[in-house]
């Protein structure tokens, strides 16, 4: 079962190394890391995706919580989650296959992003499984070129990383 593990860290140099070494230590393969800062620079939120049973993810986590750079660890399960990842795909397209290489990309609502008379450059922001149906799409016009960055996610509902949060609490 796919499990998605958000993590609040200090943002320090090496903090990734240690977490990645941490999954590598343990033969736990990760599908999908994404790091960024949050409304505070001095803390950045880790986004790993993992595939693996409730008990192996529990070990992950607490081996996780004793990383001295983690301030708060939160486990979900893909429905209590709402993700997204950004994928960028150079097709290889001619002034005969253009029209439809630009209808699939309106149909799955994703951008040109850059048109040459031998390809296009398609950007989608979407649910992986959305990005992998583009990419299937597009393989028959030949694809040149492709780039994915990991899952970002946040949990449903009002809920947040650090508990419950009352409509008071939001600004």
């Not at 939120?45 to 992950?60: H, L, P």
């Not at 992986?128 to 970002?152: A, C, F, H």
């Amino acid at each position: 079962m796919k499990h998605t593990i958000s993590i609040l860290v200090e943002n320090h140099a090496g903090v990734l190394s240690r977490i990645s070494g941490l999954f590598s230590r343990r033969g736990f393969n990760i599908d999908s890391l994404a790091v960024g800062i949050t409304d505070d620079p001095t803390i950045s939120r880790v986004t790993i995706i993992v595939n693996g049973d409730d008990y192996t993810v529990e070990q992950v986590e607490k081996q996780l919580n004793k990383l001295v750079d983690v301030i708060k660890l939160k486990s979900f399960v893909s429905d209590e989650t709402i993700s997204r990842e950004l994928m960028l795909v150079k097709v290889s397209s001619t002034s005969q296959t253009r029209g439809e290489i630009i209808d699939i990309a309106r149909v799955m609502q994703s951008k040109i992003s850059d048109i040459t008379p031998s390809s296009i450059t398609i950007e989608i922001s979407d649910t992986t499984d959305r990005l992998e149906i583009l990419q299937e799409l597009l393989k028959p016009y030949g694809i040149l070129e492709i780039t994915r960055t990991g899952t970002i996610a946040l949990q449903k509902g009002n809920e947040t990383i650090y508990g419950k949060q009352s409509s008071m609490d939001i600004h």
